[in-house]
């Protein structure tokens, strides 16, 4: 079975410190991974996919970048955070384009 | 770009009756529809989607449909139960790209 985990649960940081959110799926080869932004109470926005290790493409600038260094893991990082930086931090996988995508338990993050 | 609108905030419908919520698209060219379930301070899970070839779909209780000449889709939950109560996502992405853009959430409430 698969299973999608992120890490950490929560987390509360300064404005201007760097962050560093991690996202590994066990169980399934090669899949298409995104990030997701969820401000409290509110809709989604999607930040950036992957369907191959080494290759994310950014959906939305938000001062925020992200790598796939090894096929199961992706991560989520910026040097700098912003207050607007505040939200529900999902990573999702899915086994192709338009299939029904798996999401992880997300991470919320405070920025004060 | 895309632009994905959700009419109902809220929804409250009594156990037992059918709900809809309606969502309405921009881009013609958009041909993935996807909905997705939130419980209060959880993750999402995938619910339906439907895919422009066809005008609807249904699994169990649940049936979307798809009006492509007037860009609405809707999702109805037949018979409701408690447990269907939770914030429902709609939405929308062309086959060309690996983005999603999401509608901003109705609320469903199931009163006993």
């Known amino acids: 079975a698969q299973t999608i985990h992120q890490w950490p649960v929560a987390e509360i940081k300064a404005v201007g410190s760097p962050l560093s959110l991690g996202c590994t799926i066990k169980?399934?080869?090669?899949?298409?991974l995104y990030w997701y932004w969820q401000a409290t109470g509110g809709t989604l926005q999607q930040l950036f996919y992957?369907?191959?290790?080494?290759?994310v493409e950014s959906v939305v600038q938000l001062n925020l970048s992200a790598s796939r260094p090894k096929d199961d893991q992706f991560i989520l990082s910026t040097e700098k955070l912003l207050l607007s930086h505040s939200g529900f931090y999902l990573c999702?996988?899915?086994?192709?384009?338009?299939?029904?995508?798996?999401f992880g338990p997300g991470t919320r993050l405070t920025v004060l | 770009g895309e632009k994905v609108e959700q009419h109902e905030s809220t929804l409250s419908v009594r156990e037992g009756d059918s709900a809809v919520i309606n969502c309405t698209y921009t881009?013609?060219?958009?041909?993935?529809f996807p909905w997705y379930k939130q419980e209060a301070g959880k993750s999402l899970h995938f619910v339906i989607d439907?895919?422009?070839n066809v005008d609807r779909k249904q699994s169990q209780r649940l049936i979307v449909l798809l009006d492509k000449k007037a860009k609405r889709f809707s999702l109805h939950i037949t018979a409701t139960q408690p447990e269907d109560s939770a914030i429902y996502f709609c939405?929308?992405?062309?086959?060309?790209?690996?983005?999603?853009?999401w509608g901003s959430g109705t609320k469903l409430i199931i009163k006993p």
């Open positions: 169980g399934k080869s090669s899949p298409n």
């Open positions: 439907i895919r422009s």
């Open positions: 999702a996988w899915s086994l192709d384009w338009g299939a029904e995508q798996f």
């Open positions: 881009d013609t060219a958009s041909s993935y």
């Open positions: 992957s369907i191959t290790v080494g290759q």
């Open positions: 939405a929308a992405s062309p086959d060309s790209n690996y983005q999603l853009i």
